[in-house]
């Protein structure tokens, strides 16, 4: 049982360390990385499995005491985020091998992609697990310098500028991080988190919202929110289609988690914090779409819709009711499957037209219907249309949002309701330009870095296999909806209730 | 606790420096404004923990609260370096690969910026152009 905890992370670090040093082989490299993705998908449904049984879950690392020590703390948020997470890492990583960027591709000296992703795969478990805030900082650094190293793998003119922005816009995020971290230890003399959110109930009123202010900056600035995102539609379109999957599905939403601990945790039901969290919610949603629909690179407007959907799970959590929360965690877990769905047909659609852009493209139903098709699915999903899993996860919020009755929850509610028609407009868009209308001729992109062979009907099994198991994924999603809402909303109930968690973590269940 | 007013105003400073080569266009300070911002971060988390400049633990005279300084913060300080540093490093090698790439130590418009530039000049040259036959009408009718 206590080995599950830091199996997660402990195992994609070992991963990374052997890809190292067999980097001569590719093949080698390649079994590593799948069985360790394989182990890592095993141990986190064991995981859920466990916590869901009996409840939260605390390894104290080292096996010192709570406060002193750092905690790794496994609730039902985290594991079902978990597992949500090894399972698109896999099927990435995947489409990855097959499309080649994994083994080297052109102009890439050792293969470093496999190290990387496996770094990336244990600083997103870290974040996930860990029960300290100094150790999230942490965990933040390990998954943003394998991506910093990932965005930038071709070192093209383009990956250098966007990589700029990124690296740059991180380590700002970074030192508010590590500013925030001390702001925190010099109130409550201590980062763990259960420790502080015991110990934050005594201090001032003032400080304490200010605190929780800087840490939706902080978090916010990394899960893409309103006034915070403009750095993510700049850089995710120019990395090679899987990278741009993975950080699509996976980055902004270990943002999203560390709002959501941190916010349900620390700062539970501050008036000031959660009217600031349903304003942006409402902005991100309407103006993340409206730069969506503008757009006329199919990979540009897949990233606006990512900033636009991050709005529904904010809204979510600025209800601060259990049905609410339970919308943003349902929400959550559809949005990281259907975003990377998204982004791995948007590559296919790439490799087939040798260019993202949609004013170039056109008919690609008629030459390739099953693209077609797997297209459609995750976009009407994302659009939130009935039966599909994003109709499920919305209604939810909706109702959750319209139950609380509140003038800024209803104002955010429509916001929501006319961001989905956008993002229907949006995917829809994509749609007519490009798989409706004449065949177009195929010409290569200029700089398109990441496609070996461009425009050929031959797509290797592998990507169609990944994008299809995806889909399917996102299908099982609707299939599941019930007890998979059971869940969330049991998940809900121990995040609005944060003494659930303390007690785990510090013990004092166990006394009383 | 009594903080160190020497450490704050300097924690100050490196805040406000680091801020403002931060909004330069030059990317030699973005990396040197990063680096200032740091350091100001790993004091601020140093300055949490109490007065600096004791042992982190038990002193020759025995334990006691008063003359031991906090060692958690320090560990965590260190962490935090070690970080800055490699992101630093990484962060100069981009720079320096953006300019051997365009031979220019500066920030460069993203792809939305470029667009706007494109549509805004297209815009003035047709009304240039419009002006342009409209004088030309008028000269016609007077002639």
Redesign the interface.
């Known amino acids: 049982m206590e080995v599950l905890l830091p199996l997660p992370v402990a195992l994609p670090l070992a991963g990374a360390a052997l890809s190292i040093l067999l980097v001569r082989s590719s093949t080698v490299q390649r079994l590593i990385s799948l069985l360790t993705l394989v182990g890592l998908l095993v141990a986190a449904v064991a995981l859920l499995v466990v916590v869901d049984r009996d409840g939260t879950q605390v390894v104290q690392a080292g096996g010192w005491a709570a406060p002193a020590g750092i905690s790794l703390v496994a609730d039902r948020l985290s594991a079902l985020l978990l597992v949500v997470s090894a399972a698109v890492l896999l099927a990435v990583l995947v489409y990855a091998i097959g499309q080649g960027v994994a083994d080297g591709g052109r102009g890439v000296p050792i293969a470093i992609f496999h190290p990387c992703y496996l770094v990336l795969a244990a600083g997103i478990a870290l974040a996930f697990l860990t029960g300290d805030l ?1 150790n999230l ?2 965990a933040f ?1 390990v998954f ?2 394998a991506s ?2 990932l965005l ?1 793998l071709n ?1 093209g ?1 383009a990956q ?6 990124y ?2 816009v991180s ?2 995020a ?3 991080f ?2 925030v ?3 925190v ?2 109130a409550t003399g201590t ?1 763990n988190m259960a420790d502080a959110a015991v110990r934050l109930q005594d201090v001032p009123d003032g400080v304490r919202v200010a605190l929780g202010l800087t840490m939706l900056v902080v978090f916010g600035i990394k899960a893409a929110l309103f006034p915070l995102f403009s750095w993510l ?2 850089s995710y379109p120019t990395a090679p289609s899987p990278v741009t999957a993975v950080f699509a599905g996976l980055l902004t939403k270990v943002g999203v988690y560390a709002v959501i601990r941190t916010q349900t945790l620390l700062f539970p039901g501050e008036e000031t914090i959660a009217a600031v969290l349903l304003v942006i919610a409402a902005l991100t949603m309407v103006v993340g779409i409206l730069g969506a629909i503008v757009q006329d690179d199919v990979k ?1 407007v897949l990233s606006f819709t990512i900033v636009s959907h991050i709005g529904y799970m904010l809204l979510g959590l600025g209800l601060y009711s259990v049905a609410g929360l339970a919308g943003a965690v349902l929400y959550t877990v559809h949005h990281i499957v259907v975003q990377t769905t998204l982004f791995l047909v948007a590559g296919l659609m790439e490799r087939r037209e040798g260019t993202s852009s949609m004013l170039r493209s056109g008919g690609l139903q008629h030459v390739a219907p099953l693209l077609a098709v797997l297209y459609l699915l995750p976009a009407l999903s994302l659009a939130g249309i009935p039966p599909l899993s994003g109709f499920v996860a919305k209604i939810g919020l909706f109702q959750a949002g319209l139950a609380d009755g509140g003038g800024l929850a209803v104002g955010a509610v429509v916001a929501g309701t006319a961001t989905s028609l956008l993002t229907l407009y949006a995917v829809g868009r994509v749609w007519v330009e490009v798989f409706w209308g004449e065949v177009a001729e195929v010409v290569a992109d200029a700089d398109l870095e990441d496609t070996v062979d461009v425009g050929v009907a031959r797509t290797p099994r592998l990507m169609t296999g990944a994008t299809i198991a995806a889909v399917v994924g996102m299908l099982a999603i609707t299939v599941v909806a019930g007890p998979l809402y059971g869940l969330a909303e049991r998940a809900a109930e121990d995040l609005a209730d944060p003494s659930s968690y303390t007690g785990a973590v510090l013990g004092t269940e166990a006394a009383s | 606790m009594s903080g160190n007013l020497t450490l704050a105003l300097l924690i100050g400073v490196l805040y406000t420096v680091g801020t403002y080569l ?1 909004l330069q266009r030059t ?1 030699t300070r ?1 990396v040197i404004g ?1 680096a200032l ?2 350091h ?3 004091l ?2 140093l ?3 109490g007065r600096a400049g004791q042992v982190p633990f038990v002193g020759p005279e025995g334990a006691s609260l008063e003359t031991t300084a906090d060692p ?2 320090q560990a ?1 300080v260190l ?2 370096i070690v ?2 540093f ?2 630093s490093a ?2 100069l090698a ?2 320096y ?2 300019w051997v ?2 031979q220019e130590d500066e ?2 418009d ?3 910026d470029r667009r706007v530039f494109t549509l805004r000049r297209d815009e003035e040259a047709r009304r240039a152009e419009d002006a342009g036959r409209r004088d030309q009408d008028d000269d016609e009718g007077e002639a």
Do not use: C, K, W
């Not at chain 1, 250098?160 to 922005?165: K, L």
């Open positions: 100094f900082f942490v650094e943003l310098v910093y190293v930038t070192g003119p250098v500028r966007a990589g700029m922005t690296v740059v380590l700002l970074s030192v508010l590590v500013t971290v001390g702001l230890y010099a980062v539609p700049d540009r | 931060l990317l973005i990063l911002l740091g100001g971060a790993n601020l988390l300055q949490a923990g958690l913060p965590m962490t935090a970080i800055t490699g992101v990484f962060l981009l720079a690969r953006s790439l365009t920030v460069q993203d792809v939305e």
